[in-house]
């Protein structure tokens, strides 16, 4: 157990349909990580946050967005789902934002019908 | 070319055998990750390099940055060790953000 807790874990949906994914960091982590793996494309990084600021962005698309709140939990919203949306979303934290160990949570996975 | 080189792509090997997975990237980075992914999904994060080596039980990580390229190795593999290898890197783009650039992952089957 890494300490990092998503919900829900399995979410089905429709085409054009738009969906929230949350995502808790361990205890005392500032900086929260968004990851997008489907069978075509492997893992790829989406964005991160630290401490409630956008620290880094990586692929993702216009129809994405994050956002990290006070609490230091993050939710990732996903809108006009296509069916290539269908993936395993991760959620990673560390303690900053340099060079530290990654802590992944068990994922969800978004089917979009 | 991708930025970030991941060889081999498949390896099967026999229980006991010394396994070496690489990695190789072109821009200039501040640190490197290693993470393994089991069948069932699960990503456990194994490694974070800036340079030098690294050693938790049987791995071992290395990283050469003149030559901008990383090593994994795990000596005497067992079949838990059957899992998806891959190799990231973070780097400071011109605007100061952090992008990460991941491998493709090597796929490693340990046969008892």
């Known amino acids: 157990d890494s300490g990092v807790t998503q919900t829900p874990k399995h979410l089905i949906t429709a085409t054009g349909q738009r969906v929230t994914l949350r995502c808790s960091p361990r205890?005392?982590?500032?900086?929260v990580y968004w990851y997008q793996q489907s069978l075509d494309q492997g893992l790829q990084f989406l964005i991160q946050?630290?401490?409630?600021?956008?620290?880094a962005k990586g692929n993702i698309l216009e129809r994405f967005s994050a956002q990290q709140f006070p609490d230091l939990h993050s939710e990732l919203n996903l809108s006009s789902l296509e069916l290539g949306d269908s993936a395993l979303y991760f959620c990673?934290?560390?303690?900053?934002?340099?060079?530290?160990?990654?802590?992944f949570g068990p994922g969800t996975r978004l089917l979009v019908l | 070319k991708n930025e970030v080189e991941q060889s081999p792509q498949n390896l099967t090997a026999q229980e006991g055998e010394f396994i070496t997975i690489n990695c190789s990237y072109s821009?200039?980075?501040?640190?490197l990750h290693w993470l393994q992914q089991h069948p069932g999904g699960g990503i456990v994060s194994l490694f974070m390099?800036?340079?030098?080596?690294k050693k938790h039980g049987r791995l071992i990580a290395t990283i050469n940055i003149q030559e901008k390229h990383s090593s994994l190795h795990i000596t005497a593999s067992h079949p838990r060790d059957s899992a998806v290898y891959i190799c990231a890197v973070r780097y400071r783009r011109k605007d100061s953000n952090y992008q990460l650039i991941w491998g493709a992952g090597t796929k490693l089957i340990i046969k008892p």
């Open positions: 990673a934290s560390s303690v900053a934002s340099g060079q530290e160990t990654q802590y």
């Open positions: 390099l800036s340079s030098g080596k």
């Open positions: 205890s005392g982590d500032l900086s």
């Open positions: 821009v200039g980075i501040s640190a």
């Open positions: 946050y630290y401490n409630g600021e956008e620290r």
